[in-house]
């Protein structure tokens, strides 16, 4: 039995590109990236605490205080943040680990990391909206469903 991924809806690619580029322009020089997962609400996703003891931000905009926390010199850069479909954190820095797509479409032209391919692969999972990446030297990208569906050069 083969799943069926529907499409995000297109106001959920918008509020992700505008988040990842005030994210990057809010943390400047310092930025070291950073991987979003948007999930409905109750993921059963592949992933584990980097920091477990990390306290989600109350009543905060997210965009400023995940540009703070994108920097090598913040304990909680590493990993990805997880999102709920209405736009909270539900988990910071948490090891991502989805299995590999046997038939992902790989942009072989463009150099990436394993976050780009977590996002992409992790993107195709059961509860999982969207994962986006963004970084300085490679730049933002939306997936869902296992493909790339956006990418600009930040």
Known sequence: MTMKVLP????IIERMKATLSRIHTLAGTEFSGIGLVVHNSEPNLPVFPLRP??????DREIEPF????????NDL?????????????TALSQYFSPPILAN????WKRKFGGRYLAAQFGSALPGVQICAIATSSLG??????????????L
């Open 8 to 11: 995000p809806r297109a106001d």
């Open 53 to 58: 003891n990390a306290e989600l931000p109350v």
């Open 66 to 73: 995940l540009a703070a926390i994108s920097s090598t010199t």
């Open 77 to 89: 850069h590493d990993g990805f943040h997880l999102l709920s479909i209405d736009w909270k954190l």
């Open 104 to 107: 992902a479409e790989i942009n």
């Open 140 to 153: 933002l990208a939306i997936f869902n469903g296992g493909r790339e569906i956006y990418f600009e050069r």
